[in-house]
Every structure is written in C-alpha cells, then in structure tokens.
C-alpha cells in the first residue's frame, strides 16, 4: 500500500473568500513561489487519477479538483469575474479581519464596499493609494452585509441590484412612454428617491413594485391602478424577444422572474385587460379590429403602431392562452360574463 503525498498545509477555505484567493492563499502557505507552480502540481496530480484538467483556471473546475484533492467540498461560488477583476494594488481591506481570518472575503472587491462590519472601521489601500477614501459615508453599511448570511451572498446581492436596477428600468420607461403616448406626466423623482435611499432588499418584490407605482401615481396625481396596468403591459413588452427588445431599451437583460409575475398579477386583476385578454384568446391572432385602446380608456389615444407593439408582446409571451385559464375562475369571482367576440 502507497500513501499518497499531499500538500502540508491544507487550510480550510474561508466562507467568503474566492476561489482563486483560496488558491493563491495555499500556494503561499505551502512555499510555492507563484500559483502557477500550485496549477503544475495539480495537473500532474490530477494525470495520476486520470482526471481531465482543462479548464483548472476556471473557478467550478478548480472548486471540483480542490474538493477532490481535499477530500471535502469546496465551494466555487458564483462570482463575475467583470466586476471582480481588479487589480490587486487596488484592493482594500480590513487589517483586523485579515490578520484573524488570513483571508480575502469577495466584498472586499467591491468597489463601494469602504467600511468593515465587522471592526467598524475603514478599509485600507493594500499599496499606498489613499486617494477618494473620504468621499463616502462611512456610517452607511454596504447592502452586501445584509446577505452574508445567505448560502450566495454573491447571487442574493446580484439580484438585489438587479431588482432595482429594474425598478428604475421601469420608473423611466413609464415617463417616457405617458410622454410620448399619453400626453401625461409621470413624475418619478421621488420613486427613484425611493429606490436609490430605501434598503430596498427588506420588500418583497411586489411591495417595491406597489410602493414605486403609488408613488408615482400620488405625484403625478394619476390613478394607482391605472399606471400599474401600463407599467404591467411595459414589463410585458420587454419581455419580447425580437425586434421590440430593442424598441423597449435598455434593460431588458435585467428583467427578473418577480418583475414578470408582478405584471402577470396586474393585468388580470384590471377588468378591461382581462375582458381583452379573453377576446383576444377567442378571436383570430391579430385580428384588426382587436385593440387595446378600444378596450382601455386611458389607452385610447394610442396609435395603431404602440398598440400592435403592446398587443404583440401579450400574443408572443402567451398571455392569452396561458392566462386565459387563470381568467375563468377570477372571472366568475368577480360575477363577470365572458364577453363575445363581436362585442368590439
Ligand atoms: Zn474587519
């Protein structure tokens, strides 16, 4: 029997640290001179188990071969290399928290992040770059303590930002489209304040969607329900994925499952777009006489172009059919006749 050889030291991988910190960090420990050498005895260790080792640089895979190596499971967590990839002069961090934990955590590499949690007080530049540290607000925690208790703090902290990043998506669109279609004004000023001061991770994703429709409504003094409805049909239409993606704007690749669901929920619960959306399920695709701003008072000075574009978005994300089975028992809740067809 053969034992088999490993490295000295095999610390364990600090919660939040990456992946390839964790590697640099062993590559130290055990006095290799750089990681790359680290890299040339995993290869060769991992010839002698007749693994595959392309892709040892990728972090999943060094995550696999390093549980395999170690014996437990190493998490590779599911980091942006975009935004973390910064250079390492650049980096500041808690002398406290390295000096206990011998580890970088991941948030250290955001940009924004400038105040430990932990110790209460500023990070420091690694090297001698000192400039901008007083521009920001020490006393405000970085949203990413709010998460660190998650399995991925990574991901939930993306996906808030995603959210809002949606939100506001949604505040602009809004204004733009009463703009330019309704002839209204939709102030946003205070939702965007909303969304930009309010932690806004401690709602449910329909309480922001809710707060930021209300506050609109209340400041440009239109019906709640009625500003839902449109924001419902935008949200609808970015969703498409062809042409109108592009005519829609800008974030439409941070369209999230919450935002879809929401709108989803706003459009059967307006009575004329339910009353559309069972027409429309009965009635031939994209029949002439089947409009929204016939249906819909505050559309009804659509043109011909934004109404096929919002009708479109309903036919192609199979809101008529999908929705339309949903609709039949919300319709006889509400006591209401299914209207038919030659009604328009
Ligand atoms: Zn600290």
Request: neutral net charge; proline residues 4%.
């Given at each position: 029997?053969?034992?088999?050889?490993?490295?000295?030291?095999?610390?364990?991988?600090?919660?939040?640290?990456?992946?390839?910190?964790?590697?640099?960090?062993?590559?130290?420990?055990?006095?290799?001179?750089?990681?790359?050498?680290?890299?040339?005895?995993?290869?060769?260790?991992?010839?002698?188990?007749?693994?595959?080792?392309?892709?040892?640089?990728?972090?999943?895979?060094?995550?696999?071969?390093?549980?395999?190596?170690?014996?437990?499971?190493?998490?590779?967590?599911?980091?942006?290399?975009?935004?973390?990839?910064?250079?390492?002069?650049?980096?500041?961090?808690?002398?406290?928290?390295?000096?206990?934990?011998?580890?970088?955590?991941?948030?250290?590499?955001?940009?924004?992040?400038?105040?430990?949690?932990?110790?209460?007080?500023?990070?420091?530049?690694?090297?001698?770059?000192?400039?901008?540290?007083?521009?920001?607000?020490?006393?405000?925690?970085?949203?990413?303590?709010?998460?660190?208790?998650?399995?991925?703090?990574?991901?939930?902290?993306?996906?808030?930002?995603?959210?809002?990043?949606?939100?506001?998506?949604?505040c602009?669109?809004l204004k733009?489209f009463s703009e330019?279609?309704l002839a209204t004004h939709t102030h946003i000023a205070e939702a965007i304040?909303?969304?930009?001061?309010?932690?806004?991770?401690?709602?449910?994703?329909?309480?922001?969607?809710?707060?930021v429709t209300s506050l609109m409504a209340e400041h440009s003094k239109q019906s709640a329900s009625h500003l839902r409805?449109v924001a419902?049909?935008?949200?609808?239409?970015?969703?498409?994925?062809?042409?109108?993606?592009?005519?829609?704007?800008?974030?439409?690749?941070?369209?999230?499952?919450?935002?879809?669901?929401?709108?989803?929920?706003?459009?059967?619960?307006?009575?004329?777009?339910?009353?559309?959306?069972?027409?429309?399920?009965?009635?031939?695709?994209?029949?002439?006489?089947?409009?929204?701003?016939?249906?819909?008072?505050m559309?009804?000075?659509?043109?011909?172009?934004?109404?096929?574009?919002?009708?479109?978005?309903?036919?192609?994300?199979?809101?008529?059919?999908?929705?339309?089975?949903?609709?039949?028992?919300?319709?006889?809740?509400?006591?209401?006749?299914?209207?038919?067809?030659?009604?328009?």
């Open positions: 029997m053969t034992i088999e050889r490993k490295l000295l030291i095999r610390s364990h991988k600090h919660q939040f640290e990456r992946i390839d910190d964790y590697f640099v960090r062993m590559a130290g420990t055990n006095g290799f001179s750089s990681t790359n050498r680290l890299i040339k005895y995993f290869r060769s260790w991992i010839k002698t188990k007749e693994l595959n080792c392309r892709g040892i640089d990728k972090a999943d895979t060094t995550a696999q071969i390093l549980s395999l190596y170690l014996g437990r499971k190493i998490e590779a967590k599911s980091f942006d290399r975009l935004t973390f990839a910064r250079l390492y002069q650049n980096l500041k961090i808690c002398k406290a928290c390295f000096s206990k934990n011998k580890a970088i955590p991941f948030y250290w590499y955001l940009d924004d992040y400038c105040w430990c949690h932990t110790h209460h007080e500023p990070l420091h530049h690694t090297a001698s770059k000192q400039k901008e540290a007083e521009k920001y607000d020490y006393t405000v925690a970085h949203p990413i303590v709010d998460f660190l208790d998650c399995d991925d703090p990574w991901s939930a902290y993306c996906s808030m930002l995603r959210s809002e990043q949606e939100l506001r998506w949604l602009y669109r733009q330019t279609h304040g909303w969304i930009d001061s309010a932690n806004t991770c401690e709602y449910l994703s329909s309480d922001r969607f809710e707060r409805l419902a049909l935008l949200i609808w239409q970015r969703m498409v994925p062809d042409h109108l993606f592009h005519v829609a704007g800008s974030g439409a690749e941070s369209a999230t499952e919450a935002s879809l669901e929401w709108a989803s929920r706003q459009l059967i619960a307006y009575e004329p777009m339910l009353r559309f959306i069972s027409d429309a399920h009965q009635a031939p695709r994209n029949t002439p006489k089947l409009r929204l701003r016939d249906y819909i008072p559309l009804s000075s659509l043109d011909e172009n934004t109404d096929k574009a919002l009708r479109k978005a309903i036919y192609s994300c199979g809101l008529t059919t999908d929705f339309f089975s949903n609709a039949s028992s919300i319709y006889n809740q509400i006591g209401f006749n299914c209207p038919s067809p030659d009604m328009v």
